[in-house]
DNA sequence: GCAAAAGTGTTGTAGGTACACCCATGC
DNA sequence: GCATGGGTGTACCTACAACACTTTTGC
């Protein structure tokens, strides 16, 4: 059975014009000890969906990259800095936006707890943060887009230390232990952890104490090492929790 | 430091009317013991990069998925029989195509031998399988986009079972060795590679012998069982290679 | 001095790696 | 009978899991 081959395959794209548009939409995740995991929704203010939660997000420009979208769109519609950023998925279902045909490419990104700010800054709850575990009803298929990033954000956590970007520069060793146990959900055993993490040498202790907060004793804090982590990357070591 | 917030975000996008056009390219993976790995190319036949080979594609319709639109370009421009189709990445940069700005939704793809037709049976090269150490020049980006298939191509390899999509349904084990040894480039031990694999349990002895080409005691064929598989995913196995 | 969190080592076990000889078939 | 590839087992060693007591601090 011999190829079947179109010998003018590019006419079919000639008979209708493609009438698409494409946006792009974030899902940033925040984190904090107290309040866990939470991402981050802007109020739409214009129809459809006026009046409900979405992930923040727009039209792509016609001068712009994709990337260069989504920090404008974040920069825009909540003015917040990004510590990590990547492509997530691309979404194509034909009945996703009521007014046109949009395809959403999702972008997945992570802030530090210094540029997490909560309900009170925001005015008119125009932004704001939601626990994972607490989101509203939301517009669109972000639902969806959430569940797909929640499960990248876990995937991603065993087989690159990208927990680091969801902590301060500087953070005492059992925030990121409690960093992992509330993502991935289940118990962590200390001292494993900490030998686990620590052997592959781009988490260096400080001299520094944990400023005092609550009882107990205080614990050296920990800074990650992006070019000692680079440098073994190309060595080959894989990281694995 | 409060977040900023834009009252009318949307504003921005109705000041010129988004202009983007949305494609779909294929990057097919095909392999046989004798050949290697292969990648699945069409030769142009319109401008721009007339004469030149690409990946298959086109534009996406207006009234069909993203998966729907690739499985028709691979039916259109080649024919063929897909076993395995995922999204791999978007592609957005400004200057992807001359003519428009178009973003490329990209998919991988895998498809087994006895779908696999060599150069023979194309009429006059309008697509042709090409060994993925000997590929052409390309049109557009799309050397970059099949490196980002490779890469993912290997990688997942190592922690699905996603090769046995690349065999026949069934299969002498020394074709999944070579499978292995020649995607991932680096030597296996035969021993402890069957070990491996077989301890997981979707994959099954038949009592059928290979068909014997060309020397050496033949070997048993195998079956990759996917009902079982996907039995063993739920139950939480991990498949690492 | 008591509650709360930080810091730290050992032992058993499972799984991975390294490694070599015999068997079935075609020519 | 020889060349070619298929089939198979063991021993060592590393890496992970399980597990509990002491120390520092605030109140």
């Known amino acids: 059975m011999p190829l079947k081959l179109s010998l003018y395959p590019y006419l079919y794209c000639v008979k209708q014009t493609q009438n698409i548009k494409v946006s792009v939409d974030a899902v940033v995740f925040g984190y904090t000890s107290s309040e866990g995991l939470s991402i981050l929704l802007i109020n739409r203010r214009i129809k459809p969906f006026k009046g409900e939660w979405a992930l923040p997000g727009g039209l792509v420009h016609n001068d712009e990259t994709l990337e260069e979208a989504v ?26 936006d009521p007014r046109n045909r ?25 932004a704001d943060w939601f626990n994972i575990k607490e989101l509203p009803e939301l517009a669109f298929d972000h639902q969806k887009i959430i569940d797909t990033a929640l499960l990248r954000l876990q995937g991603k956590l065993t087989y690159e230390p ?6 301060d520069k500087k953070f005492p060793f059992s925030e990121l232990e409690k960093l992992y146990k509330t993502v991935l959900d289940r118990p962590i055993d200390r001292r494993n952890f900490k030998k686990k993490i620590m052997k592959f040498g781009f988490l260096v202790e400080t001299n520094q104490k944990q400023k005092h907060a609550g009882s107990g004793r205080p614990g050296f804090l920990y800074q990650f090492n992006e070019k000692r982590y680079f440098q073994l990357k190309k060595d080959g070591i894989n990281f694995e929790i």
Do not use: C, H, N
Request: charged share 30%; glycine share 8%.
């Open 71 to 96: 920090e404008r769109e974040l920069e825009e519609e909540t003015g917040l800095q990004i510590s990590y950023l990547e492509q997530l998925y691309s979404f194509g279902s034909l009945k996703r």
């Open 102 to 126: 949009v395809i959403a490419v999702a972008y997945f990104g992570l802030v530090r707890p210094d540029a997490f700010r909560p309900k009170a800054a925001s005015d008119a709850k125009a």
């Open 162 to 167: 990208i927990g680091f970007e969801l902590l």
